[in-house]
């Protein structure tokens, strides 16, 4: 995950923080990941890069949205608010409701090269897009 910061001249931008590399005054928001819970910091030295600055908050994949929602909760608690959040991929619609907890408008600002339908096995041994409650087969 990544926070940039951009100049409001919109010459540069910086990197803020990565999953590898944050830290906040012993504050950190757990992030949920399949194998272990990641915690997510942001390095102090690198606040002011985001402070006052147009933010956007991007990662590779959303999926659930335990990450992203964990970024975003992150950066409030240091009064940063990205205008947007980003993805190389949006994998399925189960970000959404993670997303509207914690404010209304983060589905609509949320972004993304491509989005891909949460998948299962058929009986055919072949892989479908699953099937949504209150869809027909």
Not at 22 to 34: D, F, N, T, W
Not at 45 to 50: F, Q, V
Not at 60 to 80: C, E, M, N, P, W
Not at 81 to 89: E, L, S, W
Request: aromatic share 6%.
């Amino acid at each position: 995950m990544w926070i940039i910061a951009f100049h409001l001249s919109f010459t540069t931008n910086s990197c803020v923080c990565t999953k590898q590399c944050l830290a906040v005054e012993q504050r950190s928001y757990a992030i949920i990941h399949i194998h272990a819970p990641t915690p997510l910091y942001i390095d102090p030295r690198m606040l002011p890069l985001a402070e006052g600055r147009r933010v956007a908050l991007v990662d590779d994949v959303i999926s659930s949205g335990a990450s992203i929602t964990a970024g975003l909760k992150l950066l409030r608690s240091k009064d940063i608010d990205p205008i947007v959040v980003g993805a190389a991929m949006l994998q399925s619609e189960r970000w959404r409701p993670a997303l509207c907890a914690i404010g209304e408008s983060w589905p609509e600002r949320t972004r993304a090269c491509f989005s891909t339908p949460l998948l299962e096995r058929g009986e055919d041994g072949l892989w479908h897009p699953a099937a949504t409650p209150g869809s027909s087969p």
